[in-house]
């Protein structure tokens, strides 16, 4: 069953933005996650092993929904969806990206960083968007800048968001979720630290979304 991307959304305040080097990694860590409440998994292509960590946490841990993130082409969703992901992320938006999306039933988060991005991206029937990179064009006050124009789009900020800020997007009317890399350090993964990666994703998942 594929989820809508605003169901991506929807499911907890955090969607975890996962760099896994070794495949060996990549079961714990989402078990680790789903044990904290978070379940919806952005594994980046970014790495050679993401495909092959994807495949494994869609076929080993029913309860995680994973997702690729890093989506820059038409070839990188159609191998997510082979891999078995259920949504993607890309960090910026083509017509090419969103039909090819579309034509998989794959959900998609598409970047957008402009209110040219936005209108492309919405001529397409996206509106539930990622803002990326979050703080580093604009934040908050961009985020607020949008609500007039663009009421009806929906946002995840995504980088530069962490622990110490997310409540501050999260509070705002047009925020649905956060992303954001901080539930899994490098350290911890490479490290197996598991329980610290389950205690950082309970906090996150804790996390209030006012309006809700
Ligand atoms: C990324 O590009 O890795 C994501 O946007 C996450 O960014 P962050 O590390 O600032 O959370």
Redesign the pocket.
């Known amino acids: 069953l594929m989820p809508s991307a605003l169901e991506v959304m929807g499911d907890a305040p955090v969607i975890p ?1 996962i ?1 896994l080097e070794d495949v060996a990694h990549a079961v714990p860590l989402a078990r680790a996650l789903v044990a904290g409440g978070i379940r919806m998994l952005e594994v ?1 292509l970014r790495t050679p092993a993401a495909l092959a960590c994807i495949e494994k946490i869609a076929k080993e841990v029913p309860d995680a929904v994973v997702g690729a993130g890093t989506v820059r082409s038409a070839a990188d969703a159609q191998a997510a969806t082979m891999a078995g992901a259920r949504f993607a992320v890309s ?1 910026g938006y083509t017509h090419a990206i969103g039909k090819a999306c579309h034509d998989l039933g794959l959900a998609l988060l598409p970047g957008v960083a402009t209110g040219s991005e936005i209108l492309a991206a919405q001529e397409d029937g996206y509106t539930a968007l990622k803002f ?2 979050a703080v580093q064009a604009g934040g908050l006050a961009m985020l607020k800048a949008w609500q007039g124009p663009f009421g009806d789009v929906r946002f995840c900020p ?5 622990a110490a800020n997310a409540a501050e997007f999260l509070a705002l009317a047009n925020v649905a979720c956060v ?4 539930l899994t350090p490098a350290d911890a993964v490479k490290n197996g630290q598991w329980d610290r990666i389950t205690a950082l994703a309970a906090e996150a998942a804790k996390l209030p979304r006012p309006r809700r």
Not at 158 to 162: H, I, L
Not at 179 to 182: A, V
């Open positions: 933005v760099v980046t960090p990326f990179p995504t980088g530069g968001v962490s992303g954001g890399s901080w």
